[in-house]
C-alpha cells in the first residue's frame, strides 16, 4: 500500500512563497507518476501539475504556470510543490497524488493514492 503525506501548508501573505513536499512511502517511489491538485471550500478539487517518473517531464494548469514548479526527488521518495507570487485565490486544501500512468496526467481520475491534504492560506 502506499502512503503520501503532505507538509508545508501555512498562512502567508499575497505575494509570499511556500513550499510544499509531499513524502511518499510502500512503493517503488519512481514507477509513479506524480501530481498536485487543490480543493476551495465549496468547489471542486482542480488540478494543479504533474510530474513524469523521472522528473524530465512537467505540466501545469493555466492558472498557476510561471508561479509554480513541481520537482521531485526519487532517491528520497519525495514530490515538491514551489509556489511563488502566491494570491488569495490560491487558498485552498492542497493534495498530492500518484498514479501508475506511464505519463504525465491532469485527471483526478488518473490517480490511485492521494494523501490527506495540506492547508495553504493566503491572505490580501
Known amino acids: 500500500q502506499v502512503q503520501l503525506v503532505e507538509s508545508g501548508g501555512t498562512l502567508v501573505q499575497a505575494g509570499g512563497s511556500l513550499r510544499l513536499s509531499c513524502a511518499v512511502s510502500g512503493r517503488t517511489f519512481s514507477g509513479y507518476i506524480m501530481g498536485w491538485f487543490r480543493q476551495a471550500p465549496g468547489k471542486e478539487r482542480e488540478f494543479v501539475a504533474t510530474?513524469?517518473?523521472?522528473?524530465?517531464?512537467?505540466y501545469y494548469a493555466d492558472s498557476v504556470k510561471g508561479r509554480f514548479t513541481i520537482s521531485r526527488e526519487n532517491a528520497k521518495n519525495t514530490v515538491y510543490l514551489q509556489m511563488n507570487s502566491l494570491k488569495p485565490e490560491d487558498t485552498a486544501v492542497y493534495y498530492c497524488?500518484?498514479?501508475?500512468?506511464?505519463?504525465?496526467?491532469?485527471?483526478?481520475?488518473?490517480?490511485?493514492?492521494w494523501g490527506q491534504g495540506t492547508q495553504v492560506t493566503v491572505s490580501s
Open positions: 510530474i513524469s517518473r523521472g522528473g524530465i517531464n512537467t
Open positions: 497524488a500518484a498514479g501508475s500512468s506511464v505519463i504525465p496526467k491532469v485527471a483526478v481520475q488518473s490517480y490511485d493514492y
